[in-house]
């Protein structure tokens, strides 16, 4: 019998990005082993590292290992030694935003749910968490980050008044078909799960939300059974720490996403526990929405978990293995239960034989499965 086999590009990226690789790497040896499939990986360079190995943050032989893949495996990207507000200069996060426009990736899916075990990790009361199981739908190829963009220096002032001085614009623009897709989207996951998508815009103030609200609701009478709610960013914020429990599937153009996904990363306890999916076109993207945490990289104690729900997202959509799936999520669950935890995500009653390291977090996960 042949095996099935799959061609994963691994961007371990920087900082700790290479250490949460290798546990999701041991991770799914030991799924194949028990499947009966067969991981092919490819490393490929992104973000700072590439930056320093060949000056491009996207070189081009990643993008065609991200092509010829069945999934995308990113770990993070950047870090202080190349931060830059020079324009000039190439930056790690040039790196993402391109590979998620190069692939067609235009759907960002962030699942938010709370592991009963953790709920005295999160800033907020259990009593607040209870319930809170929800999917955020991020737009991620248009808007403010894809704009038209400028500095220019010694502008005049105006004749109203203002000095002369450096300017700068960012610009957001949406198309009608930009907005349909990632709104069909959305409403295709709040049709699988409890028919309810708040979409979230500015449309008292920016002419962009006020098309994004016509067209989803435009899309909106071709899902009669999905309520819909319209909701002002702002209020949003709000409601995110003070009811979150109410929001089921969310769906918001790229900035507000960005800022959103990683607020509600924080109903959680830590970022280190929040995957995401890329999804579009092309080939499919998975990561973890934590940053590269340089100031504890090379220290084993990275929470790998993130990296590891990513790989399960990667099994469910691209990879048709959802017995897979179920196992890994079943068996970070039980880690969890029996009170194993990374640093960032213990408190005061982790006991001190409990505390483990990234490659301890991974060994326990492949024990379980």
């Not at 509600?264 to 280190?272: K, V, Y």
Request: proline residues 4%.
């Amino acid at each position: 019998m042949t095996l099935r086999s799959f061609r994963i590009c691994l961007l371990p990226g920087d900082g700790i990005g290479p250490e949460i690789t290798a546990e999701a790497v041991k991770v799914m040896a030991a799924i194949a082993a028990a499947a009966d499939v067969r991981f092919e990986f490819h490393e490929a360079l992104l973000g700072g590292i590439a930056i320093d190995h060949t000056g491009s943050p996207l070189p081009a032989g990643t993008l065609a290992e991200a092509h010829a893949a069945d999934a995308v495996l990113l770990a993070a990207i950047g870090g202080p030694k190349w931060d830059t507000t020079d324009p000039s200069k190439p930056r790690p996060e040039q790196g993402l935003l391109g590979i998620r426009k190069e692939l067609g990736l235009y759907a960002n899916l962030r699942p938010v749910r709370i592991f009963a075990p953790l709920a005295d990790a999160s800033s907020l009361k259990a009593e607040v968490l209870a319930g809170v199981d929800m999917l955020i739908v991020r737009e991620l190829t248009g808007g403010l980050y894809f704009g038209a963009r400028a500095r220019e220096d010694g502008v005049a002032g105006s004749a109203t008044g203002g000095g002369a001085g450096r300017r700068a614009y960012d610009t957001m623009e949406y198309r009608e078909y930009e907005i349909e897709r990632i709104a069909r989207t959305a409403f295709e996951a709040a049709r699988g799960r409890k028919k309810r998508l708040h979409s979230v815009d500015k449309a008292n103030v920016l002419e962009s939300s006020r098309l994004w609200r016509e067209v989803v609701h435009e899309v909106a009478r071709d899902y009669p059974d999905v309520e819909l709610i319209d909701q002002l960013v702002d209020n949003t914020a709000m409601q995110l720490v003070r009811n979150p429990a109410q929001f089921d599937v969310m769906v918001t153009e790229n900035m507000f996403g960005d800022i959103l996904s990683d607020e509600a990363s924080m109903l959680t306890g830590s970022l280190g526990m929040l995957a995401s999916a890329s999804l579009g076109d092309g080939t499919a993207l998975y990561e973890p929405s934590h940053g590269s945490a340089p100031d504890i990289a090379g220290l084993g104690v990275a929470n790998p978990l993130a990296m590891l729900l990513s790989v399960e997202l990667m099994f469910r959509h691209s990879l048709a293995m959802s017995d897979a799936a179920d196992a890994l999520a079943a068996s970070i669950a039980s880690v969890l239960d029996e009170g194993y935890r990374t640093r960032d995500i213990a408190d005061a009653g982790t006991a001190a034989d409990m505390l483990v390291g990234t490659a301890e977090m991974g060994d326990l996960v492949v024990a379980h499965l």
